[in-house]
C-alpha cells in the first residue's frame, strides 16, 4: 500500500507521514492544477495526501498577514486536490484541523463529525472551513477522507509540537483541550486508508488534556521547569478551544487512547531520544 501513496507538502505532518509509510512526498511547489495532474501522472499513485496549509510563521495571527497565501494554501489547493482525486478515481486524504468550532464547556458535549463548522473569528479557522465544506460534498462522489488533527502532541522535538511550545511560552491555559497525539495519528491514517473510509474523522486522544498536567509530567524529566497557569482571557488570543468526540473513530474499530495514558508515554519516549 505504502508505495503507491504520494504525500503534497513537505511541512511537520508531511515528513512525519513519509518517514512512517516509506512512500513518495513530492518536491513539486503547487500553484496551478496542472502541477499536481503531473506528479499524479508521473507517480501513478492509488491515494493523494494533502499535508499542505498555512499556519503562520509563529502562530495562526500571522495568516492574517498574507491572505492571499493562507487562502490559497487552506482553500483552494486542497479543492484542486479534491478535483483531481475525482478525474483521476483516486483517494484523496485531506489533513485538516479541528479548530474551525465554537464550544461551551458549560453545555456541549465533544464535537462530532456532524457538527457544522462555526467558528468564523479566526482567518485561519475560515479557510479551513471553506475547504472542508466543499471537500465534504464532494466526498459523495469521490474517494475522499478528511483527518481532523488538533494541536498535535509528539514524543519527537519539533516547534509544532505542544511540548516544545509550551516550554517555550511558559505560560500555560487552565482549560482542557483536544489534542492529537502524531503516533497515534499515523496509526489511524494507516488504519482508515486500509479500510478505504471517506468523509470526516476526528483523529484525536480521548478527553481533554489539561496543559499543566502536561507541564507537571515534564517536571517529572527537568525538575527546575517553571511555568505559570493562566486563564483564557489573560492569553488575550482569539482560539478555538475544544473537545472533539472520538466515537465515530472508535466505533470502527480503532482503539483510542485516553490523554493521560498518552501523556505518560509520549513524555517517557520524548527524553529517550
Same mark, same amino acid.
Given at each position: 500500500?505504502?508505495?503507491?501513496?504520494?504525500?503534497?507538502?513537505?511541512?511537520?505532518?508531511?515528513?512525519?507521514?513519509?518517514?512512517?509509510?516509506?512512500?513518495?512526498?513530492? /518536491?513539486?511547489?503547487?500553484?496551478?492544477?496542472?502541477?499536481?495532474?503531473?506528479?499524479?501522472?508521473?507517480?501513478?499513485?492509488?491515494?493523494?495526501?494533502?499535508?499542505?496549509?498555512?499556519?503562520?510563521?509563529?502562530?495562526?495571527?500571522?495568516?492574517?498577514?498574507?491572505?492571499?497565501?493562507?487562502?490559497?494554501?487552506?482553500?483552494?489547493?486542497?479543492?484542486?486536490?479534491?478535483? /483531481?482525486?475525482?478525474?483521476?478515481?483516486?483517494?484523496?486524504?485531506?489533513?485538516?484541523?479541528?479548530?474551525?468550532?465554537?464550544?461551551?464547556?458549560?453545555?456541549?458535549?465533544?464535537?462530532?463529525?456532524?457538527?457544522?463548522?462555526?467558528?468564523?473569528?479566526?482567518?485561519?479557522?475560515?479557510?479551513?472551513?471553506?475547504?472542508?465544506?466543499?471537500?465534504?460534498?464532494?466526498?459523495?462522489?469521490?474517494?475522499?477522507?478528511?483527518?481532523?488533527?488538533?494541536?498535535?502532541?509528539?514524543?519527537?522535538?519539533?516547534?509544532?509540537?505542544?511540548?516544545?511550545?509550551?516550554?517555550?511560552?511558559?505560560?500555560?491555559?487552565?482549560?482542557?483541550?483536544?489534542?492529537?497525539?502524531?503516533?497515534?495519528?499515523?496509526?489511524?491514517?494507516?488504519?482508515?486508508?486500509?479500510?478505504?473510509?471517506?468523509?470526516?474523522?476526528?483523529?484525536?486522544?480521548?478527553?481533554?488534556?489539561?496543559?499543566?498536567?502536561?507541564?507537571?509530567?515534564?517536571?517529572?524529566?527537568?525538575?527546575?521547569?517553571?511555568?505559570?497557569?493562566?486563564?483564557?482571557?489573560?492569553?488575550?488570543?482569539?482560539?478555538?478551544?475544544?473537545?472533539?468526540?472520538?466515537?465515530?473513530?472508535?466505533?470502527?474499530?480503532?482503539?483510542?487512547?485516553?490523554?493521560?495514558?498518552?501523556?505518560?508515554?509520549?513524555?517517557?519516549?520524548?527524553?529517550?531520544?
Amino acid at each position: 500500500m505504502s508505495n503507491r501513496i504520494l504525500i503534497f507538502g513537505k511541512g511537520y505532518i508531511g515528513i512525519r507521514l513519509q518517514a512512517e509509510l516509506k512512500c513518495w512526498l513530492s /518536491a513539486q511547489r503547487i500553484q496551478t492544477y496542472a502541477d499536481i495532474e503531473k506528479e499524479i501522472l508521473r507517480y501513478k499513485p492509488k491515494v493523494i495526501v494533502n499535508c499542505i496549509g498555512a499556519t503562520g510563521e509563529h502562530n495562526v495571527d500571522d495568516c492574517e498577514k498574507d491572505i492571499d497565501k493562507t487562502l490559497f494554501s487552506n482553500s483552494y489547493i486542497p479543492l484542486l486536490m479534491g478535483e /483531481a482525486a475525482y478525474r483521476h478515481n483516486i483517494k484523496l486524504v485531506h489533513i485538516s484541523s479541528g479548530c474551525i468550532y465554537h464550544y461551551d464547556y458549560t453545555r456541549h458535549k465533544p464535537i462530532s463529525e456532524n457538527n457544522i463548522p462555526d467558528y468564523f473569528d479566526l482567518f485561519y479557522s475560515r479557510t479551513k472551513i471553506y475547504s472542508d465544506r466543499a471537500l465534504e460534498e464532494l466526498a459523495k462522489a469521490a474517494n475522499i477522507l478528511i483527518l481532523r488533527i488538533r494541536i498535535p502532541l509528539d514524543d519527537i522535538s519539533h516547534p509544532k509540537n505542544l511540548i516544545n511550545k509550551l516550554v517555550k511560552y511558559q505560560k500555560v491555559i487552565d482549560t482542557p483541550n483536544s489534542v492529537t497525539y502524531i503516533p497515534d495519528f499515523l496509526e489511524a491514517f494507516k488504519f482508515l486508508v486500509k479500510k478505504d473510509r471517506r468523509g470526516i474523522y476526528n483523529i484525536a486522544l480521548k478527553g481533554g488534556l489539561y496543559f499543566p498536567d502536561l507541564m507537571e509530567e515534564y517536571k517529572k524529566y527537568v525538575p527546575d521547569y517553571q511555568y505559570k497557569i493562566i486563564t483564557l482571557k489573560q492569553l488575550g488570543l482569539t482560539r478555538s478551544n475544544l473537545i472533539l468526540s472520538t466515537r465515530k473513530l472508535e466505533r470502527e474499530g480503532f482503539k483510542v487512547k485516553k490523554v493521560k495514558q498518552a501523556v505518560k508515554e509520549c513524555l517517557a519516549k520524548y527524553f529517550d531520544k
